[in-house]
Every structure is written in C-alpha cells, then in structure tokens.
C-alpha cells in the first residue's frame, strides 16, 4: 500500500451536496405515509436551526440532527444508501471529481474520505470512486434499530485532524507527505495537520486562509 494518503472531505469538495439532503432522501423514503410526512415535515422544519447550529458550531450541528435518525432500521438505511447514491449523490458530484481523484491515486496516495456523514451512506460513493477507506461517524445501534446517537468522537473540525493523525499513525503513513482536500474553513485542522493541504471550493474564509499560507486553490466544476 501507499506510504502516504490523501484525504477527501465530501460535501462541497466532491459533491454539491450536504448531510441534510441525505437525511431528506431517507425521510421520504423509510417506508409508511405517515412516517415519511412526520419525518420529511421534521426535517423542513428543522432547517432554519440546522443552518444556525452549522455555521455557530459544527458538533453541535452533528449531535442534532442526527436525532433525526432515531427508530430508523439498521437494515433499511444500508439498503436505501445505494438508491440514495444513485439519486442524490451521483447526480450531485462535480464533473472535476474523478479526475481528482485519479490524479491523487497516481501521486502515490491511498484514497480516504473523512466525512462528518454516516459511515453507511459514503460507502457506495467510495466504492464509485474507487477510494480505499472511509472515516466517518457511525450511528448507534440498538436491536437493529439507530438510538440518534453517533459513536464518539463525531468526526467534525479539529477531530477530522485527531482522526486523520490517528490513521496515519495505525497505517504507517508520513503525515507530512500526505494531502488534503476540503471546501470550508471549518476544516482548517484538518487541511493544517497534513503537508499537502489543497482548499477545493472554498468558502470566502478559506479562500482568504488558502492566500494566507499559500495553499492551493481548486474550484471543481
């Protein structure tokens, strides 16, 4: 295997898409009417206070709105993730994707997505664009059923840097050879702990950081 990686952030990086639009496709799709308008009516109200709690404090953001997974079976939502690749995140990937995912593989590098998505949704994603493993949260589990409440530490901000350092420890990778890839300042830890970090999309605040240290600039189409 490689001696070094390169980490993928998801929403925004690759994809156009985020963790609500996930949840919104699993809302309307887990099985009885009035399930699927209890949870798709949830979700849209939720939306405002998801918007506030993301920009104010990405873990807590985490913590909430996986609430909205709770009774969900285990079954059902591994099932349903490959539909909801097909539909939501498929369409939903940059055209630039794969291409930079290629060119990261003949650098050398294992491919990993960390992502503060579940675990379960990202895995048919990976395997569309043939990455090597995941780092993402994962649900609890219950008798076969999600409790809303994710195995800590949630991956989000400064733990994607402990995870990333973890991974590289365990796996045996130069940290400081290895790259990063992610659209938001919020994972400024993560960009900073690797030697290679490349801001992709950024937002306004990490595109001022980027400039700030001298960090490459992707804008995917």
């Not at 989000?156 to 992610?182: P, T």
């Amino acid at each position: 295997m490689p001696a070094k990686a390169a980490f993928f952030d998801v929403d925004g990086t690759l994809v156009r898409t985020n963790i609500v639009h996930v949840y919104a496709y699993y809302a309307t799709n887990r099985g009885s009417l009035r399930g699927i308008a209890g949870r798709t009516l949830g979700t849209a109200l939720g939306l405002p206070v998801f918007g506030i709690l993301d920009a104010v404090n990405r873990k807590a953001f985490n913590e909430f709105f996986y609430r909205y997974y709770s009774g969900l079976s285990e079954d059902r939502l591994v099932t349903i993730a490959e539909d909801m690749f097909e539909d939501v995140l498929k369409p939903a990937l940059y055209e630039q994707t794969q291409d930079l995912i290629d060119e990261a593989r003949r650098a050398g590098c294992r491919i990993v997505l960390v992502t503060g998505a579940l675990d379960f949704t990202m895995r048919p994603l990976a395997r569309h664009l043939g990455c090597d493993d995941v780092i993402a949260n994962k649900m609890q589990f219950v008798g076969g059923k999600a409790t809303g409440k994710v195995i800590p530490p949630i991956i989000e901000g400064a733990n994607k840097a402990n995870a990333i350092r973890a991974y590289c420890e365990r796996e045996g990778l130069a940290l400081n050879q290895c790259h990063g890839y992610s659209d938001s300042a919020s994972d400024y830890a993560m960009l900073a702990v690797v030697g290679r970090p490349t801001a992709v999309n950024p937002d306004l605040r990490l595109r001022s950081l980027a400039r700030a240290y001298n960090w490459p600039i992707l804008d995917l189409k």
